[in-house]
């Protein structure tokens, strides 16, 4: 009885972390998806263009024709949005991340801002979808700007359904300002007082 006791408390403590050891660090998870963003982010800034391919989901790259195919269509693209200047480094944050069959996937939200040769400056707000077939470890990730958030289904067929996918914008100095003050609640009026 003596050497009983011992063997199922450990047993028991054993069969108590089994359920810890399961469950998926969504934090290095997620470290993870945004390091990828950070280099798809960094081969698009330096004109890495095969190392930017490297990283984007083959289905994508495949909807494309191949490597060279995609390549040119990021580079026809991304002449909207190239700064006449040196601009601060994007700003990027996870906005869903979500597991299902063996895979992870993601959305990320990128903000810079770019200037054009007149000097007006723009703000692009653009998404990241991510997708991991290795627990989160690698990630293979795609500017949604380049394409159309209808045409997603048709270049990675196995995106989750419910994954929201926001539109990118790209806004003016002056179109910001317009919806900051839009989304404002109105001020609230002046009781005035009632005659008697």
Not at 116 to 144: A, C, I, M, P
Request: charged residues 25%; proline residues 5%; neutral net charge.
């Amino acid at each position: 009885m003596k050497t009983f006791t011992p063997i199922l408390a450990v047993t028991a403590l054993l069969f108590s972390h089994l359920p810890g050891l399961a469950q998926a660090d969504t934090a290095k998870i997620t470290q993870r998806a945004l390091f990828f963003a950070d280099s798809l982010t960094k081969t698009d800034n330096y004109q890495s263009w095969s190392a930017y391919a490297d990283l984007v989901p083959a289905s994508v790259i495949k909807y494309y024709g191949g490597k060279d195919g995609y390549i040119e269509h990021v580079k026809k693209g991304r002449k909207r949005t190239v700064s006449s200047i040196e601009e601060e480094k994007p700003e990027m944050r996870l906005l869903s991340l979500q597991t299902e069959n063996d895979q992870w996937q993601c959305v990320i939200r990128l903000s810079r801002y770019f200037h054009r040769d007149d000097n007006k400056k723009f703000h692009v707000v653009t998404y990241f979808v991510g997708q991991s077939r290795d627990e989160g470890e690698t990630w293979r990730l795609f500017d949604v700007s380049y394409n159309t958030v209808a045409n997603i289904i048709y270049m990675m067929p196995d995106v989750f359904g419910d994954l929201a996918i926001p539109e990118p914008t790209i806004l003016s100095e002056e179109e910001e300002l317009a919806r900051q003050q839009a989304a404002k609640p109105p001020a609230g009026k002046a009781k005035t007082p009632k005659k008697s």
